[in-house]
């Protein structure tokens, strides 16, 4: 094992774990990093992980990957709200920490995290993929660039085909904070960004209705009567589904193929927000998680232009307030996750972790962006009652 390498340990090994970053590092990044040690809480997952990535190191407790002295960094991809006790504990013996996103559920674990952060000697990135998106990046840079002047306002549709969230664990609040938090921080991350401010404010309403209870419809896919007709089934028989998920149901009692209709949930499935600025900048947001496609479509208004646009299109367009300017500008769309944003998320990570760099998005991105899903989650609830961050318990850096 080089000792130049970052030596990462990975704790959950679903899909996202294996699949995303374990592949990454594996066929992209072997020569700058290597994964040393795997943990999940299901055996029968750990497994399949540990022999798809031939780890050696592999155990159910997260103890003993934490405590690795031969662990250089973490990433964590467990369901959301277990995430800040991992973070806190891996900064707290001094490893790097690459995050999904959000960091967090609630505000009291967001500032716990932060608390931690600023004491340790790691570095905390989150998963803000489509940062490195050359749609976004290339749309940030004219902003940058003075090419509309000062960003005012943000407009941002994100439009998902997200039946999948409402057969998993992320249906429940419990567990991901709900869909305001858990989808759409990497969105309110890139209105964040593009305002280059922090949000002070949120109102959000929402609700659910197109997953709502269907009497033809049964408890799970796999033993449904509809199963040949209903329009969201899946069959978690085959492939990787079978080997991380129906496979492992008898040692984690987790059902992957829950029915989307029938299925308890607390969180939305549309929803819309506005949001407020400590600059006076203001944004607006809706979310619609079952739309016939995914894709978002994104607009920033400045004093003298605009860019808008939609992140699959493969172009964005530039438009100027007084000089007549109206320029379609065509961007680069990658292959791989996230517009290839998976693998250059780990292209930013390594120099970070060596110390050679600061990150795109660090702990006050990852930290500002979870913060007002939270708070968007808790106006929805309140029957989209304005709800000022810090009174909700953020605190300023």
């Not at 994100?158 to 858990?182: E, Q, T």
Request: proline letters at 3%; aromatic letters at 8%; glycine letters at 12%.
């Amino acid at each position: 094992m080089s000792a130049s390498k970052i030596r990462f340990g990975i704790i959950g090994t679903g899909s996202r774990g294996i699949g995303s970053y374990g592949r990454a590092i594996g066929e992209v990044y072997g020569d700058e990093a290597e994964i040393v040690a795997v943990t999940d809480s299901d055996p029968v997952r750990l497994s399949v992980g540990a022999q798809h990535l031939e780890v050696e190191h592999a155990d159910t407790n997260p103890g003993i990957l934490l405590d690795n002295p031969d662990v250089d960094a973490v990433i964590i991809t467990t369901p959301d709200a277990t995430h800040a006790d991992f973070a806190c504990a891996a900064l707290g013996a001094d490893k790097h920490v690459l995050c999904e996103k959000p960091i967090a559920t609630t505000i009291a674990d967001c500032n716990r995290i932060r608390t931690a952060a600023e004491g340790s000697r790691g570095e905390l990135m989150t998963g803000f993929v489509l940062r490195y998106v050359p749609f976004y990046e290339e749309m940030h840079a004219a902003i940058t660039q003075g090419e509309i002047g000062p960003s005012r306002f943000v407009t941002i549709a994100d439009n998902r085909d997200g039946a999948a969230y409402f057969r998993r664990w992320h249906r429940l609040r419990a567990n991901s904070g709900g869909l305001l938090v858990h989808k759409s921080t990497h969105a309110l991350d890139i209105v964040n960004w593009m305002l280059d401010a922090r949000p002070v404010s949120v109102s959000a309403t929402g609700g659910v209705a197109v997953f709502t209870p269907k009497e033809w419809a049964g408890e799970r896919c796999l033993t449904c009567d509809a199963a040949d007709t209903c329009p969201e089934y899946v069959d978690i028989r085959e492939g990787r589904l079978k080997t991380l998920y129906h496979d492992a149901e008898a040692t984690s009692g987790y059902i992957f193929d829950t029915c989307v209709f029938n299925s308890e949930k607390d969180t939305v499935d549309h929803a819309t927000a506005s949001i407020e600025y400590e600059n006076g900048a203001r944004a607006s947001y809706s979310l619609c998680l079952f739309a016939s496609y995914t894709e978002r479509e994104i607009g920033v208004w400045g004093d003298d232009g605009k860019v808008e646009g939609r992140d699959g299109a493969g172009h964005y367009r530039i438009s100027g307030r007084r000089d007549g300017r109206d320029e379609l500008r065509h961007v680069e769309v990658r292959k791989g996750g996230h517009g290839g944003g998976d693998v250059r998320l780990l292209a930013d990570a390594l120099p970070v972790f060596r110390g050679e760099q600061d990150p795109v998005a660090g702990l006050e991105a990852a930290y500002w962006s979870t913060v007002l899903g939270i708070a968007a989650e808790t106006s929805v609830a309140g029957d989209g009652a304005r709800m000022t961050l810090t009174e909700l318990g953020a605190a300023l850096s």
